[in-house]
């Protein structure tokens, strides 16, 4: 399976979003992760629950559903739920989906803060060669174009998180049944989440042994049916010839 830490995306994610810049090891951002722990609340306070969801969703008596794992083990595991979102095929999906329904924002900021830019140093090049009036226009048409920079970068940002905030919640409420299930399967009677560091997380130090995100990501992808993304072609080795090019000539002797 791909590294879960790789992360797909654009410039735009990586700016507007900037709060996935790494699944392995990066502080969250505060609104993401305080997002997150109402929505770990919502799907595994009652792990019951949420299995009975998934299995009335099927069309199913109720005498087959299945009646929900008790945690009866002793194993304390850890997850890293951020990580195994963006990390299973489905995220990795959404998330580059999403990267691209953000791209024409993308370049219409870019546009915006490239004109803001050139303004910018015309009034450093040429700002003590104009007269009075002419500077001061000319500085408050910047002010009014960074306002509506920073007005429409914010805007981006907002609905960009809210966007990846919905995408988060689908996934999960389908992911919290199958980790109920791999840690009453496997004797664990405590997960605890990873995906904030200590101390802005509960978790002061833990050992790869006790982690159990793969395996969660390797059976979630097996329940959703997503294959796996494409992985981008190999760059040729710098000097390789391409492929039916012609050997180069032997030199030819001198006379």
Same mark, same amino acid.
């Given at each position: 399976?791909?590294?879960?830490?790789?992360?797909?995306?654009?410039?735009?994610?990586?700016?507007?979003?900037?709060?996935?810049? @790494?699944?392995?090891?990066?502080?969250? @951002?505060?609104?993401?992760?305080?997002?997150?722990?109402?929505?770990?609340?919502?799907?595994?306070?009652?792990?019951?629950?949420?299995?009975?969801?998934?299995?009335?969703?099927?069309?199913?008596?109720?005498?087959?559903?299945?009646?929900?794992?008790?945690?009866?083990?002793?194993?304390?595991?850890?997850?890293?739920?951020?990580?195994?979102?963006?990390?299973?095929?489905?995220?990795?999906?959404?998330?580059?989906?999403?990267?691209?329904?953000?791209?024409?924002?993308?370049?219409?900021?870019?546009?915006?803060?490239?004109?803001?830019?050139?303004?910018? $140093?015309?009034?450093?090049?040429?700002?003590?060669?104009?007269?009075?009036?002419?500077?001061?226009?000319?500085?408050?048409?910047?002010?009014?174009?960074? $306002?509506?920079?920073?007005?429409?970068?914010?805007?981006?940002?907002?609905?960009?998180?809210?966007?990846?905030?919905?995408?988060?919640?689908?996934?999960?409420?389908?992911?919290?049944?199958?980790?109920?299930?791999?840690?009453?399967?496997?004797?664990?009677?405590?997960?605890?989440?990873?995906? @904030?560091?200590?101390?802005?997380?509960?978790?002061?130090?833990?050992?790869?042994?006790?982690?159990?995100?793969?395996?969660?990501?390797?059976?979630?992808?097996?329940?959703?049916?997503?294959?796996?993304?494409?992985?981008?072609?190999?760059?040729?080795?710098?000097?390789?010839?391409?492929?039916?090019?012609?050997?180069?000539?032997?030199?030819?002797?001198?006379?």
């Amino acid at each position: 399976m791909d590294d879960l830490g790789a992360q797909p995306g654009n410039a735009l994610c990586r700016e507007i979003l900037n709060s996935r810049n @790494n699944f392995q090891g990066v502080q969250s @951002n505060p609104m993401t992760s305080k997002f997150l722990r109402l929505l770990l609340a919502a799907a595994f306070v009652l792990p019951s629950v949420v299995l009975a969801q998934t299995s009335n969703a099927l069309p199913s008596a109720p005498s087959a559903q299945p009646a929900a794992p008790t945690a009866t083990g002793t194993k304390v595991g850890t997850i890293a739920i951020e990580q195994a979102i963006f990390g299973s095929n489905e995220g990795q999906r959404d998330f580059e989906a999403l990267s691209k329904k953000l791209e024409p924002k993308q370049t219409e900021l870019k546009t915006m803060n490239d004109e803001l830019d050139s303004l910018k $140093k015309q009034l450093n090049t040429q700002g003590d060669k104009l007269n009075d009036t002419s500077r001061a226009a000319l500085v408050k048409q910047i002010e009014q174009k960074q $306002k509506s920079f920073d007005r429409a970068m914010q805007d981006a940002r907002d609905d960009a998180q809210n966007q990846q905030q919905e995408m988060m919640s689908r996934i999960l409420q389908k992911m919290a049944p199958v980790i109920v299930k791999y840690a009453a399967d496997n004797g664990y009677g405590l997960i605890l989440d990873t995906s @904030n560091p200590w101390p802005q997380g509960p978790v002061l130090w833990n050992g790869p042994a006790v982690d159990i995100t793969r395996a969660v990501v390797e059976a979630y992808n097996v329940q959703s049916g997503v294959p796996a993304p494409p992985k981008p072609a190999a760059a040729p080795p710098t000097g390789a010839k391409p492929a039916g090019a012609a050997p180069a000539k032997p030199a030819a002797k001198p006379q």
